[in-house]
């Protein structure tokens, strides 16, 4: 396996996560996970960067039960390793990620994901910020940016310029080798 995280970055991002207000967007995002859910006749989700599982309640919130839901976060360990799903959550997520690993991460998330997964990303600053005094979102880049990595892995199904937490985009995504009959 490809490494995701560096030790030192692990170790700030538990500092940050005791924080009770840190990783709380994908409340913000759990009517249109659930819309997806519904849509998708999605049985298992693996969140990917789960976090406090918010999204769990979230979903619960909106009347959404599923068969597993699949928490993964490295802060986490007891989580376990991220686990194949029909619908992969990555939310909030991938503009924390150290710039040179994001290949990496995104190979990940590709690898566990058999049908369909909803990513958001945000684009500015985080409101949060490292001990070692970064900006906790370490890649504040334009969607310019961010399409042509993702389009490395995944086909773009659907996209929306969001202001759920700032200035952002989500996007409905598909590995690039299925077929849209897979779907």
């Known amino acids: 396996m490809k490494e995701t995280i560096s030790a030192d970055y692990l170790r700030q991002q538990k500092?940050?996560?005791?924080?009770?207000?840190?990783?709380?967007a994908s409340?913000?995002?759990?009517?249109?996970?659930?819309?997806?859910v519904r849509r998708a006749h999605v049985q298992t989700l693996c969140d990917y960067g789960a976090g406090k599982q918010r999204l769990l309640n979230a979903l619960r919130k909106e009347g959404v039960e599923l068969t597993d839901y699949l928490p993964y976060d490295p802060v986490f360990p007891e989580y376990g390793p991220p686990q194949s799903?029909?619908?992969v959550c990555c939310i909030d997520v991938l503009e924390h990620i150290e710039p040179e690993l994001?290949?990496?991460?995104?190979?990940?998330?590709?690898?566990?994901?058999p049908k369909l997964g909803f990513f958001s990303?945000?684009?500015g600053p985080a409101g949060k910020f490292l001990e070692d005094g970064r900006n906790a979102h370490l890649i504040q880049k334009p969607?310019?940016?961010?399409?042509?990595?993702?389009c490395l892995h995944f086909?773009?199904?659907?996209?929306?310029?969001?202001?759920?937490?700032?200035?952002?985009?989500?996007?409905?995504?598909?590995?690039k080798s299925q077929t849209i009959s897979e779907i």
Do not use: C
């Not at 969607?143 to 993702?150: C, D, E, K, R, V």
């Open 15 to 24: 500092i940050l996560h005791r924080d009770v207000n840190y990783g709380v």
């Open 121 to 123: 990303i945000h684009m």
């Open 155 to 175: 086909e773009i199904l659907q996209m929306q310029i969001h202001q759920v937490m700032g200035s952002g985009f989500w996007a409905i995504v598909k590995k």
């Open 27 to 36: 409340i913000a995002f759990g009517p249109i996970v659930a819309d997806i």
């Open 143 to 150: 969607t310019s940016w961010w399409l042509p990595n993702l």
């Open 85 to 87: 799903a029909d619908l």
């Open 102 to 113: 994001l290949q990496n991460v995104l190979f990940d998330l590709a690898s566990v994901m």
